[in-house]
């Protein structure tokens, strides 16, 4: 047996992964736009300036057109009114091009984000945030039309990797809407024991030790350290934090919520941040527009 400190877990390249799913998609848009002449079409609406927002629709702008998927960019006024945002929605809705709807988050305050999101029609919500889609994931025997992208991109992760799922001691450490709970739920519908650590959680590393894999999307940096790490764990890192370093040019770097140099020491797989599951999110966004259109072009 090799001593400890020379342990090195295997790095899961969300980008090459994610690379090799996007020409997979850009495979089958070709297809479909020989046999039918018509392609997928995503569109994305933006609210205000912010800059995080703005830069996160440009990567996806960018990466419909690498595949051949025809993107609508739809940029509103800080100041819309919640009514003119979901007329907007409604003519998207409406719109036969348009295979998927995005709305990117967060929406300023004075819109009723649970309102908007209820607007996008089940069909087209490919980010998987209709409450129906939820609602469907969470229950037995039901399946939703779209999966949210970051858990659907963790998955993908795993199983490419060839990390079986069925029976292992799955602990999430998060219960937001967007990642926390759905990769949850979906890890119960691959027969994981599902555990959720989140801010309440008595004794958290108690519990992370026990676990066969690791969904940590708490946004919180550098959070859980290696000594929780179970020995040969696959730790996948939804986390994405600033943090301070002068070095930079930006002056800060991206960190995950799991401490990567410590945690790679002990666990048998993990994803770096940034290159691990940032990627993968986009490309399944990708992957649920595609399966979107066909829905519609192939009936």
């Known amino acids: 047996m090799a ?14 992964v ?5 020409s997979e998609i850009a495979d089958e848009v070709r297809q479909l736009s020989q046999k039918y002449g018509k392609v997928p079409g995503l569109a994305v609406v933006l609210v205000g300036h912010r800059k995080d927002s703005q830069s996160y629709v440009s990567m996806k702008r960018k990466a419909c057109a690498e595949v051949g998927i025809k993107s609508f960019d739809i940029g509103l006024p800080e100041q819309v009114s919640e009514a003119e945002l979901i007329s907007k929605v409604h003519e998207l809705n409406a719109n036969p091009d348009v295979h998927g709807i995005l709305v990117q988050l967060p929406l300023p305050k004075h819109v009723n984000e649970e309102k908007v999101l209820g607007e996008i029609s089940l069909e087209k919500d490919v980010d998987g945030f209709h409450p129906l889609n939820i609602g469907k994931l969470a229950m037995k025997g039901r399946e939703p039309l779209f999966l949210p992208c970051t858990p659907k991109g963790c998955l993908e992760l795993l199983s490419r ?10 602990v999430v450490v998060g219960r937001s809407n967007i990642v926390g709970l759905p990769v949850s739920l979906l890890l119960l519908k691959e027969d994981a024991t599902v555990t959720i650590v989140h801010s309440r959680t008595k004794e958290p590393e108690k519990i992370i030790r026990e676990a066969d894999i690791v969904i940590a999307a708490a946004g919180q940096a550098n959070m859980i350290q290696g000594s929780w790490i179970k020995s040969g764990a ?7 934090n600033a943090v301070d370093d ?22 048998g797989w993990i994803t770096p941040v940034p290159g691990g599951v940032g990627p993968m999110t986009v490309a399944m966004l990708l992957k649920n527009t595609l399966d979107g ?7």
């Open 293 to 299: 259109a066909k829905r519609v072009i192939e009936r």
């Open 161 to 170: 990797s060839g990390i079986s799922i069925k029976g292992k001691k799955a």
């Open 18 to 22: 994610a690379h090799t799913i996007r």
């Open 234 to 240: 696959a730790v996948i890192d939804v986390g994405t």
């Open 3 to 16: 001593s400890s400190s020379d342990h090195k877990a295997t790095v899961i390249d969300g980008k090459a």
């Open 246 to 267: 002068r070095t930079k040019k930006s002056g800060y770097r991206l960190v995950g919520d799991v401490d990567f140099k410590e945690a790679s020491k002990v666990a």
